[in-house]
């Protein structure tokens, strides 16, 4: 966790919506590796003129999901490791370090990763580089249907990295940041736990449908921002190419939302720099320390909550801590899971 006292009461920030370039045809590692460096290249001068356009209190810029490889679709776990993960210190990072120490902003995305921790495994994760191009924040995706996540391996994820680790706050000089990754966005206990520690900006890196009309993705960005009484910063793909996918699938409605739940900027489809706000966090913490009705925060009872928590199974933690598994292993999990939930009746 950074910790920085030099603290802003406003700046600007940016969902920056760019078209991701898959490496699913990349022959081998090399080429692959080619691939990614050329989405860096492509990205450093869009991001250059997006802060030369929006000004010079541009401090941060959330990139989509997954944004230098695309997803994987048929390659085994071991494959899409080898092809498209990233080194936990490796060359793309320092890259993308370099571009956030030029223009002295929080360049914040999502990438699959290595743990050398965690042999023949890899993690979706949301990334936070600060202005000196060091990473401040580093969180693992909870919840996926087709990756492993630190719940797959949880005893020995605690053991590795702790509580705080699974869910990690930055304290940074433009408030307190904190990442959800995609569909996460769904799923309002992470969240939760996130604000619990301090988060007022929610970095939300996703690849997802785009509509005019209202997604339930997007009531979920309004609720997340409205419960939590926090940011959403909300960057979508402006599509997917060279995937067999077609390209437009997930594509437009990059946002920011404040914590009222008041959308303050959207773009439509393609790549654009249209997505940009002022983040007032003096107003955001003077709400907070508001009494009153709306404040929702302050009025949380958790206590009611946890006994239902702790009694509760659904999904199955540590499924992959002690054997080698393949993709099938996912969705035959989710199935036992449905299966079990209704022999007890609760679906």
């Not at 250059?48 to 000004?55: L, P, R, T, V, Y």
């Not at 909300?234 to 437009?248: C, D, E, H, L």
């Not at 929702?296 to 009872?301: K, T």
Request: negative net charge.
């Amino acid at each position: 966790m950074a910790d920085n006292t030099d603290n802003l009461d406003s700046f600007r920030a940016l969902a920056l919506q760019v078209t991701c370039h898959a490496v699913n045809q990349a022959r081998d590692r090399t080429e692959a590796r080619s691939l990614i460096q050329n989405s860096i290249n492509r990205l450093a001068p869009k991001i250059a003129a997006s802060i030369a356009f929006i000004g010079s209190d541009c401090r941060l810029i959330v990139l989509p999901e997954y944004f230098l490889t695309g997803f994987p679709m048929g390659e085994s776990l071991t494959g899409w490791a080898e092809k498209a993960c990233l080194e936990m210190a490796g060359a793309e990072y320092e890259a993308l370090g370099k571009i956030a120490q030029k223009h002295q902003i929080f360049l914040a995305g999502n990438a699959y990763e290595l743990d050398p921790k965690f042999v023949g495994l890899y993690f979706q994760t949301s990334f936070v580089i600060d202005p000196s191009g060091s990473i401040v924040l580093r969180y693992r995706r909870l919840n996926s249907l087709f990756a492993p996540t630190p719940h797959d391996v949880w005893d020995k994820y605690l053991d590795c990295y702790g509580l705080e680790g699974v869910f990690p706050v930055a304290k940074t000089e433009i408030g307190n940041l904190a990442a959800l990754a995609s569909e996460e966005i769904l799923y309002p206990e992470v969240a939760r736990c996130l604000v619990m520690r301090g988060a007022e900006i929610f970095l939300h890196s996703t690849s997802e449908v785009y509509s005019k009309n209202l997604t339930p993705k997007d009531a979920a960005k309004i609720t997340r921002a409205v419960e939590n009484m926090a940011y959403v910063v909300s960057a979508n793909t402006a599509g997917i190419v060279n995937s067999s996918i077609p390209s437009a699938s997930v594509d437009g409605g990059s946002q920011i939302i404040d914590h009222r739940g008041i959308v303050l900027a959207q773009t439509g489809a393609g790549e654009s720099m249209a997505a940009f706000a002022e983040i007032d966090l003096a107003a955001l913490r003077r709400d907070r320390r508001r009494t009153g009705l709306n404040n929702l925060l302050s009025r949380q009872r958790f206590e009611l909550y946890a006994q239902s928590y702790n009694q509760s199974h659904f999904y199955p933690a540590n499924t992959m801590l002690e054997a080698e598994v393949d993709r099938k292993h996912f969705i035959q999990t989710q199935q036992t899971t449905i299966e079990r939930l209704a022999k007890l009746g609760i679906i």
